[in-house]
Every structure is written in C-alpha cells, then in structure tokens.
C-alpha cells in the first residue's frame, strides 16, 4: 500500500464566500481588569506543566461515587504532594496555555451553557477562582432547548482560542451543529467570538461534535453525516487562523472518505469523525463503525497532515487490524480507533506516532480485554499491546477495557511517555477500580518497562484513568 496520497488544496474563493455565509464575528468590550501577573517562569513552555516547573505534571480522571461525576486528581511531575481538584468536567478537561505564561491552564463545558477556565500557578490550577465564559448562542434557545458541546483549547502566534463544538437538543432531537471559535485577552476574559453554524457547510444537526485545536488548526468531528446518500458515514470540518490575523479563523475544508486523496469509500455507519487526536498538524482520525473486509464495527484510523502554509492536506493509508504488520485480526465490533492520541518518539527517534485505543477487544476468550495499537504517522510500523504483553503490569481479564483513554506527556524533548487507561479493571486490595500504565519514554520494544500509577484507593472512587485532562 502506498505511503501517501496527493495533497488536496483548497479553493480560496469558494472558502470566503461560504464563511460570509455562515459565520459571523461578535466583539465584546474588554474587561476592566488589568494584565495577569504572569506567575509561571519564562522558558519555553512545557506541555501538561500546570505548575510553572518545566516538568509535565498529570491530571488523571475518576469517578466520584457520591455525585457520579469525572473529578480529577493532580500528580505534580515533580513527585511532590498530589491533591483533588475542585473540578467536574463531564464532557472532558483539556489543557493550553490560555493567558501566555507558560503555565498550562484548563478548561471545560460548565452545567449551565458556558465554559470554565482554571488558570495554572506554581502551586497547580487555581480551581477557586475560576472564569466563566458564557456562550452567546445560550441566550438564543428557546422552550426546552440545551446546548450539549465538548472543548479544546490552543496558544498560537501569541494568541490564546478556545474552540467550542456541539450541537443544540430539544427533547432529544439533534437541530444543528456549531463551532464558536473564543478568543481571549491577556487577563483569559473573553475578547471576541466567532461563531459557525455547521449545517450549511453539509453537517447532520446530530449529536455533540468531538473538537481538536493546535497551532492554529481546529477540528471537528461530525460522525453522524451522511455523505452523498450514505447516512453516518460522517465527516471532519478543519478549520485554520488567517495569516494575515491569526485571531481570524477561517473554514478550509470538509474531509470524508469520499474526498480526494482519502482512503476508503464513505459507508453507512462509518462513524468517521468520532474520535480525533492532533498534535502539531498531524490529525488522527477514528471511524470506530468501519466495516473492514466484510467484518462490520472493526474500525480503522486515517492520518492526515495539513500543509499551513498552502492550504492542502495529505493523506496517508488507513490503518486497521487488516493492515499489513499491524499484530492482531479484525473482529466484529472491536471499534478499532475508538480512542486516539498522536505521540512523539515511540516507533523511531523524532517520530510522530498513532496510539488507538481499542477498549473492546477481546484477548483469546477474554471479551473487551482491551488493546492498544501503536502506528507511525506515516510509515508501516507497529506495536500492540495487551495486559498479557512482556513488562505489562496486571492480567488480561474480561471487560477490563485496556486502552479505553489514552494521553501522553513529554519525558524527553523529543520521546513521550505513554499512559494507558483501563478504568473497569478490578484491582486487588483497592477499593477503587480501574487501573493507569505508563510507560518509560523509551524506545517501544522488549525493553520498555511499564508501571502502574496508584489508584486513590479512598472508597468514594470508582473507574480510575477512565479520562485524561490533555
């Protein structure tokens, strides 16, 4: 199978006038207070580092028995003392640098239609001052209308976004799908919005839209679309800054199956769209419903590379468990792809590789064991990994879902290291079930020792490393 596909570049004209259709951009009157000292050391920035030491700190979800919500517990990289944050986050906690001073802040979709900030400081979020952010479009809905969105925050060109991605709900009818693109001030209050309504641009009003945003670039997930006449199949909306005005954000294009370059021919129930990782330009792209070879639900994961500066994107093979080298076999519903994050340095030095979760495999007898596939961005090489796999801490045991959250944070420059939610696994002499690996940051191979990051074991806890704050 070849390597890559051709680049595909996106007409300019067409792009501006189906944005004066769709978007439109709301600018507030800044707020009064003035610059944020910076508390954070100046450097080069650190990713995952809430604390301002240049060390990579981990923010690792469980759930809270007592409210059934995702609460999350902070391990500073430092070793130093942990701590539960304040905070409940249903639809997920992602972290970027949100104020400019290389402090990793967070942020997540509130209860009541607005998005919350938690700035970092030296001692960690500052979850007791948080800043809401309320969503223009909330003021709009009418009778039992709600907004139902996920988030993702980005620093580019020293400009701090927040991307907002969903959909509105009445009585559970999906009736459109958005993207609110907020831009923030030094102090991280709101400057402007820009805002786009979905639908116009092909997507299905459907369900909440998984979002993705760095340097500049932001995608969407629709995995509901249809494509053509085929219902599901779905589809991904990139979106990137203007270079003239990097606050300015533009729509460039609508990826499917169906598009040039791409793999694969748009099927229904595809579900392509339903999970993205991106890092650095290099998008992930999970159709965790693919039928491959005949075998429905197997899943495969697309990767593709958006070119900045010529506003064309290049595609790579499809990967699956069908895929030459990749250890394994597809199998009904294994929902290969189900779970992305894009790591540097596993498969080869300097490297950009996939991780793909895929929570509901079955090892031998064992029914949603659990794997996780390692792939390099662009070349044919893999690793798998199951509980049964040498230097493996715990047991392939049935429905552990191995692999059902992924993140990874930097232990080198240039080499992550890999952590591993299995957040069903039943842990002996803890009272809280589920289960964190992390690997060594070294070289994936024979040698590459895993380790366990423990539990809470506090009684009130359940389905620890069931979420990730990334």
């Not at 189906?18 to 508390?39: C, E, N, S």
């Not at 793909?356 to 792939?375: K, L």
């Not at 959250?405 to 240039?414: D, R």
């Not at 803890?430 to 024979?446: D, E, H, I, P």
């Amino acid at each position: 199978m070849t390597e890559t596909a051709a680049a595909v570049r996106i007409a300019g004209a067409v792009l501006c006038s189906t944005v004066l259709a769709v978007a439109g951009a709301l600018t507030l009157p800044l707020p009064t207070a003035q610059a944020a000292v910076l508390p954070c050391p100046a450097g080069i920035p650190v990713p995952d580092d809430v604390d301002g030491d240049s060390l990579p700190d981990l923010l690792i979800g469980v759930v809270d028995t007592r409210t059934d919500g995702t609460t999350y517990r902070w391990l500073p990289g430092d070793g130093g003392t942990q701590g539960w944050l304040d905070i409940s986050a249903g639809t997920g906690l992602r972290t970027a640098d949100l104020n400019g001073d290389l402090c990793m802040d967070a942020v997540a979709s509130g209860s009541d239609d607005s998005v919350v900030l938690f700035l970092g400081t030296p001692s960690g979020l500052d979850t007791a001052a948080s800043i809401r952010l309320g969503l223009p479009r909330a003021v709009e809905l009418s009778g039992s209308e709600r907004l139902f969105f996920t988030v993702a925050g980005t620093r580019h060109h020293n400009t701090s976004q927040i991307a907002v991605a969903g959909s509105v709900e009445d009585d559970g009818s999906f009736l459109s799908s958005f993207l609110d693109v907020l831009t923030l001030d030094s102090t991280a209050h709101l400057a402007s919005i820009r805002s786009f309504d979905l639908g116009p641009l092909g997507a299905h009003g459907g369900e909440v839209k998984p979002v993705v945003a760095d340097d500049g670039l932001i995608a969407v997930g629709s995995y509901d679309d249809t494509v053509g006449s085929v219902s599901g199949a779905g589809a991904v909306y990139l979106f990137s800054s203007d270079a003239n005005d990097p606050s300015a954000v533009v729509f460039r294009t609508r990826i499917t199956q169906n598009s040039p370059g791409v793999p694969g021919t748009a099927e229904a129930d595809d579900m392509f769209g339903a999970a993205l990782a991106l890092r650095d330009g290099r998008l992930a792209i999970g159709a965790q419903g693919e039928t491959v070879g005949g075998v429905r639900g197997a899943g495969i994961v697309q990767p593709v590379l958006w070119h900045p500066d010529t506003g064309t994107y290049t595609a790579y093979r499809s990967i699956s468990q069908n895929t030459k080298g990749v250890p394994g076999s597809n199998e009904k519903n294994d929902n290969f792809g189900a779970e992305l994050v894009v790591t540097r340095g596993l498969t080869g030095n300097g490297s950009y590789d996939i991780a793909v979760g895929t929570p509901a495999e079955d090892v031998g007898s064992r029914t949603d064991a659990g794997s996780v596939t390692v792939a390099n961005f662009s070349r044919s090489t893999y690793r798998t990994y199951t509980q049964n796999s040498s230097r493996m801490p715990g047991t392939v045991e049935r429905g552990d879902r191995f692999g059902a959250s992924l993140t990874a944070v930097p232990g080198t420059p240039s080499r992550d290291s890999l952590l591993i939610g299995t957040p069903d696994e039943q842990t002996s002499g803890c009272s809280t079930s589920g289960s964190v690996t992390r690997s060594n940051a070294t070289l994936l191979g024979r040698s590459t020792r895993w380790s366990l990051v423990p539990a809470p074991c506090d009684g009130h806890h359940a389905y620890w490393g069931s979420a990730f704050a990334t």
